[in-house]
């Protein structure tokens, strides 16, 4: 779902503003802030780029399909109302 080079690039970024002693800890901080991370924005109620470009998709041909169908009714009922005054 996230970029993983991303949310490398940030835990390292993170990681590289540490004083030196926090970083002499091992690579376990590093390890830890990722998680941090990747679990904060597990909590984010958010979709990849490829998704979203998947569901403006799925959507815009719901939109095409809708009109089409409002098209056909349109046609319909004015046939309908013809057909009514006919027999009148």
Known sequence: MFDPKKLEQVAKQIQDAM??????????????VRQVIQAQLGKLDVVT??????????LLRTRQKLTEL?????????KLNADDNNKA
């Open 19 to 32: 004083p030196k002693p926090v970083k002499d800890l091992g690579n376990d901080v590093e390890q830890k």
């Open 70 to 78: 409002e098209q056909k009714l349109a046609a319909f009922e004015v």
């Open 49 to 58: 780029r490829e998704e979203f470009d998947v569901q403006t998709q799925v």
